[in-house]
């Protein structure tokens, strides 16, 4: 086992996703087919071969230094956990 | 045993951008929380990051002022770390392919030229403020300063003294705020330096176990804080116990630092390239094209005005400290004044009465032509030099020319050799005893007969002219 059922439950947790138990073995399953196939991948002999940053032999896009309008702030803090209107409100980090 | 510290830099620096580093929200100071974002910068699910182009500009532009070369291929990473001011749980930087690396800075403490070496020079984004509260167990998260774009600026660890620490930022900031890339501000977060340092004998060339500093917010809290973070490694040597590498905070209320709490500090960044950002590439003819539009630096333009204005080193550098004040003292001359005249105004009275009105040079009532035409008219005689002091509180107070407040004042100074000569006698015969005292020896009496002249005149007689006239008349009888 690549990754255990108690650790797939605890990354839903912290991605605040809510899996009922079906769904949550489902992607266990899943998880460590996935895994267990990079495994097979690391068996590969890269020594010769320069890291690929991307797969696109593009570069990069720019933009104009324009800015634009950005949000309402209701709209921006609208999916917060908690707020007091004016800033995002977390469990006190210091 | 003689210990010597070894430091090396790491500087933040703001850009001076319109809007963010992959967004379009303004980068502006001292909004209401949480007004300038947008689902970019607030690390929405399925938004994609464009690089604003200014952004490469100006990094581009740092890079050449110091020395650095180029990458003409660039990479974007992602550096992982869960805190509320990073809303993607990643902050997008640069890690194996910066844009540039192996520069230099020549800097001058105490008369020694010293050369210090930059490693690297990266660009990325800045994260969120968070705001403690002192009663509730909550932090507040404004995310109006994510994605403003920032570079990073890292120095070789040749740095010896907390003395060079300083100078070298101080040379940076400036050449940077010539650049007009960062507004170099440390106080409001602009211009932010942490610090490497450890000490080791002298001779031994290995490098001792170092400490991190951070929370310095001025140059001379980089000094302080590196003095003291040397001064305790070497107490702790010197007690047989190791350093231990960490990060510690400057509590420039207290002098010391102190360590951060473990937890803080254990980092693994997981670094890997950002899929969102292809490659950057830049062209050797952006390159040349910001080359040649680079403006004259701190350093060049010292030392020219050294050369071409015959200024004291002293001089040269209080004037080229800011652009707009090296650029309003080289208008003045243009405008005929002689320098070392126009340098020593600059530097006293129309700085002064800017602190006093804490305005900025560039919105100064007395511009450089007014204010060489007010230098003309102390070389020519028309007034004194201590009437051009008054003259000059007038004209930064009203805004008006010299000329016209010196006529509309009376205050020409009396050049008339007929009518100073005059007055001059009427003085002698007044005081028949002091010219006679005179005579015979007491030279001293020239200064009140001088003073008479001034008070008759209303201290508008041309003092040179006063003191060969009375040098004259008074010789004579």
Redesign the interface.
């Known amino acids: 086992m690549k990754i255990s059922r108690q650790e797939v439950d605890r990354v839903a947790r912290l991605a605040r996703l809510k899996l009922d138990p079906e769904m949550a073995e489902l992607l266990t399953g899943q998880m460590n087919d996935i895994l267990t196939y990079m495994d097979k991948l690391t068996q590969l002999d890269t020594s010769g071969v320069p890291p690929t940053?991307?797969a696109?032999e593009?570069?990069?896009?720019?933009?104009?230094?324009?800015?634009?309008p950005?949000?309402e702030?209701q709209q921006?803090?609208a999916n917060a956990a908690?707020t007091?209107g004016?800033?995002?409100?977390?469990?006190?980090?210091? | 045993m003689q210990y010597e510290a070894v430091i090396g830099l790491e500087v933040h620096a703001q850009l001076l951008t319109e809007s963010k580093i992959f967004c379009g929200c303004s980068t502006a100071f001292g909004q209401p929380p949480n007004s300038n974002t947008c689902p970019v910068c607030l690390g929405m699910p399925g938004v994609l990051p464009v690089l604003n182009r200014q952004v490469v500009e100006f990094a581009i532009a740092a890079a050449l002022a110091t020395n650095c070369t180029i990458a003409e291929r660039s990479v974007w990473a992602r550096k992982n770390y869960f805190y509320p001011d990073l809303p993607k749980g990643y902050q997008i930087s640069q890690f194996e392919a910066p844009i540039a690396e192996h520069g230099w800075l020549d800097i001058t403490v105490d008369g020694d030229q010293r050369r210090i070496g930059i490693t690297r020079i990266h660009m990325e984004e800045d994260a969120g403020k968070l705001v403690h509260d002192d009663r509730d167990p909550v932090s507040y998260v404004d995310l109006n300063r994510t994605g403003t774009p920032l570079i990073e600026i890292v120095s070789e660890p040749d740095i010896r003294t907390p003395a060079e620490a300083a100078t070298y930022l101080k040379t940076l900031r400036d050449i940077l705020v010539y650049l007009e890339v960062c507004d170099g501000n440390m106080e409001e977060g602009s211009f932010r330096c942490d610090a490497n340092v450890s000490i080791r004998p002298v001779g031994q060339q290995e490098l001792g176990i170092r400490t991190e500093l951070k929370n310095m917010n001025s140059f001379r809290n980089v000094a302080a804080a590196l003095d003291y973070e040397i001064r305790r490694q070497r107490v702790v040597l010197e007690g047989g116990d190791a350093v231990v590498q960490e990060t510690r905070l400057w509590d420039a209320d207290a002098g010391k630092t102190h360590a951060m709490r473990g937890k803080e500090e254990a980092h693994d960044y997981r670094y890997f390239p950002d899929p969102d950002l292809l490659p950057l590439v830049i062209e050797p003819q952006w390159i040349q094209r910001v080359r040649d539009s680079l403006p004259e630096l701190p350093a060049a333009k010292r030392s020219r005005f050294e050369d071409s204005y015959g200024l004291s080193a002293y001089d040269a550098e209080v004037l080229t400290a800011s652009r707009a004040v090296a650029d309003f003292f080289e208008a003045t001359v243009q405008a005929g004044a002689e320098p070392k005249k126009a340098a020593n105004w600059i530097m006293g009275e129309l700085m002064g009465a800017l602190k006093a009105e804490s305005r900025q040079i560039g919105d100064s009532r007395v511009g450089p032509a007014e204010l060489a035409g007010l230098i003309g008219l102390i070389s020519d005689g028309t007034i004194s030099g201590k009437m051009a002091k008054e003259v000059f509180g007038l004209m930064m107070s009203s805004g008006r020319p010299a000329a016209e407040i010196i006529k509309e004042k009376g205050l020409e100074q009396v050049s008339d050799a007929g009518e100073l000569e005059a007055i001059l006698r009427g003085i002698i015969e007044a005081h028949p005893k002091e010219a006679e005292a005179y005579r015979a020896g007491k030279k001293k009496l020239m200064g009140f007969f001088v003073g008479q002249v001034m008070k008759a005149t209303k201290g508008q007689a041309n003092p040179k002219l006063v003191n060969q006239l009375a040098a004259k008349l008074l010789g004579e009888g």
């Open positions: 940053n991307h696109l593009l570069t990069g896009a720019m933009r104009p230094d324009q800015a634009r950005s949000l702030r921006g803090l908690d007091d004016q800033y995002f409100k977390v469990p006190r980090v210091i």
